[in-house]
């Protein structure tokens, strides 16, 4: 089904909002936690980003069978992060890409930043992955650093590298072309919970990407 970019930007805002209600309701049930990680959130950032490249009498397909319920996977939601939690799921994630990438990542955690949900702990998961992930590629280095700690009731997330940096600025002039689309990708999921995500980057210098999120979502706090 082709939608014209005005009109799917408008249904995603409704979507959200009525997905928005049912959070708060329910936020531990495994549909929120299935809209988010699958991807939906992604389809949103998505939407509103080529409607702004290409203006609103644009097309744009989206894929409305079979996209709300598939399985989780392994990838999004591995059998650690089930039984043990975010922390012990970080270790291991850890663990796997210094083995199979040759990433070392330094992993600094507090027991009690540990969300309050598995569809929290899911999100996050997956977009700390992401980071890492753009380590390996993008920042020329063999190491990177990652920290997470409860701040008065936010999980604030930090990955960092002293790697390569880049123009943030620019990057985001590109509406998340390119090398920039699964950071902004995260930035939408981060934002879709009330959160927020703060880059500090500069060519050569590195880079500095900050989460922060309501531990629990259901109780949504004020993030700076």
Same mark, same amino acid.
């Given at each position: 089904?082709?939608?014209?970019?005005?009109?799917?930007?408008?249904?995603?805002?409704?979507?959200?909002?009525? %997905?928005?209600?049912?959070?708060? +309701?329910?936020?531990?049930?495994?549909?929120?936690?299935?809209?988010?990680?699958?991807?939906?959130?992604?389809? @949103?950032?998505?939407?509103? +980003?080529? =409607? $702004?490249?290409?203006?609103?009498? =644009? *097309?744009?397909? #989206?894929?409305?069978?079979?996209?709300?319920?598939?399985?989780? *996977?392994?990838?999004?939601?591995?059998?650690?992060?089930? +039984?043990?939690?975010?922390?012990? /799921?970080?270790?291991?994630?850890?663990?796997?890409?210094?083995?199979?990438?040759?990433? =070392?990542?330094?992993?600094?955690?507090?027991?009690?930043?540990?969300? *309050?949900?598995?569809?929290?702990?899911?999100? #996050?998961?997956?977009?700390?992955?992401?980071?890492?992930?753009?380590?390996?590629?993008?920042?020329?280095?063999?190491?990177?650093?990652?920290?997470? +700690?409860?701040? !008065?009731?936010?999980?604030?997330?930090?990955?960092?590298?002293?790697?390569?940096?880049?123009?943030?600025? =620019?990057?985001? /002039?590109?509406?998340?072309?390119?090398?920039? @689309?699964? #950071?902004?990708? $995260?930035?939408?999921?981060?934002?879709?919970?009330?959160?927020?995500?703060?880059?500090?980057?500069?060519?050569?210098?590195?880079?500095?990407?900050? %989460?922060?999120?309501?531990?629990?979502? !259901?109780?949504?706090?004020?993030?700076?």
């Amino acid at each position: 089904m082709t939608l014209n970019a005005k009109g799917l930007i408008k249904r995603a805002n409704l979507t959200a909002v009525i %997905l928005l209600g049912k959070l708060r +309701r329910v936020l531990s049930g495994s549909e929120f936690g299935q809209f988010i990680a699958t991807g939906w959130a992604d389809v @949103f950032g998505t939407a509103r +980003r080529k =409607a $702004i490249e290409t203006g609103e009498k =644009a *097309s744009i397909e #989206l894929p409305l069978k079979n996209t709300y319920n598939p399985p989780l *996977s392994y990838e999004i939601n591995p059998p650690v992060l089930h +039984r043990n939690g975010l922390m012990a /799921a970080l270790g291991e994630l850890a663990k796997d890409m210094k083995t199979g990438r040759g990433l =070392a990542i330094t992993v600094r955690t507090q027991s009690d930043a540990e969300p *309050s949900s598995l569809s929290l702990a899911s999100i #996050l998961y997956r977009s700390i992955k992401e980071l890492l992930s753009n380590v390996i590629r993008h920042a020329g280095v063999a190491a990177a650093v990652l920290d997470i +700690r409860n701040n !008065s009731g936010l999980i604030c997330v930090k990955v960092q590298d002293n790697g390569n940096g880049f123009d943030f600025n =620019a990057v985001r /002039a590109m509406q998340g072309k390119g090398s920039g @689309f699964s #950071l902004f990708n $995260i930035e939408d999921r981060m934002t879709f919970l009330g959160g927020s995500m703060k880059v500090s980057t500069q060519p050569g210098e590195g880079c500095c990407v900050v %989460l922060t999120v309501p531990k629990d979502v !259901s109780q949504k706090s004020a993030v700076p």
